[in-house]
């Protein structure tokens, strides 16, 4: 990895300025609003101005609102195709932050960070779109998550030889907390590290959290622990069973 280069920040920025602004980008916005009433504001007259106050958002103390908003935005995504170009322009500072917890590829094939951040959103893209019309209560961080997943299984299918520990250990650093709070997969990893302390298996509630949380497969920790699938499902349905107990 040579240097982090923005070039693709830098251009999806410019981007915006003009796909943003004009008679698109007001219909589009007038479509969302058609499905989501809630939404109406006369300080928004487009997409863009919906999308610069979710960004201010974080800074003005409104993440709760900013949060309903993405929400319905994904909700209704298919009331105009750029709403899910407005929804990649509003998870921008989030994708950054997760690039930064990747070490923006470091470690990969990746020929420096801006190639690194290209098929982020490339990925991010995949996941909005693939999750049009669905209701998240977290809907940011879930797709931040997701995407932080997905890239994170480039890694691990090009580091397969590599062994997985499985055991208490749960590193926090490889949570995404962005700019809208926690997310429900912080807290399902908060209550695994807690339940560890209360009679839970560390191995049980290891897997429990690599498929919960970083969203990996039986078959994925499979191959990078040794362990069979039958193994791991049975941890992972023990593992289920006492935190519902």
Not at 81 to 93: D, E, F, G, S, V
Request: proline share 3%; with cysteine.
């Amino acid at each position: 990895m040579n240097s982090v280069a923005f070039r693709p920040i830098d251009q999806l920025t410019a981007e915006w300025e003009t796909v943003g602004r004009g008679q698109e980008s007001e219909n589009a916005w007038l479509a969302l609003i058609g499905r989501e009433p809630d939404l109406a504001s006369d300080a928004v007259s487009d997409l863009h101005d919906l999308v610069a106050y979710l960004r201010s958002a974080p800074r003005s103390g409104e993440r709760t609102d900013a949060a309903l908003i993405v929400r319905s935005m994904l909700r209704s995504q298919d009331a105009h195709t750029l709403l899910p170009r407005a929804i990649l322009q509003a998870l921008l500072p989030g994708l950054v932050s997760v690039a930064r917890r990747l070490s923006w590829g470091a470690g990969g094939d990746w020929s420096d960070g801006g190639t690194f951040f290209s098929d982020l959103v490339a990925t991010a893209w995949e996941v909005i779109t693939a999750w049009a019309g669905q209701d998240r209560q977290y809907a940011v961080l879930d797709l931040l998550s997701a995407t932080r997943c997905r890239m994170r299984r480039q890694f691990i299918g090009r580091q397969g030889t590599k062994e997985l520990l499985l055991g208490p250990e749960i590193d926090e650093g490889l949570l995404t907390h962005s700019w809208l709070g926690t997310t429900a997969l912080d807290e399902l990893a908060r209550a695994i590290e807690e339940h560890i302390g209360s009679g839970l298996d560390p191995i049980d509630g290891a897997v429990l959290y690599g498929v919960r949380v970083l969203g990996l497969t039986t078959a994925d920790l499979a191959r990078i622990s040794g362990r069979s699938r039958r193994y791991l499902s049975g941890c992972r349905i023990r593992a289920e069973d006492h935190l519902r107990a």
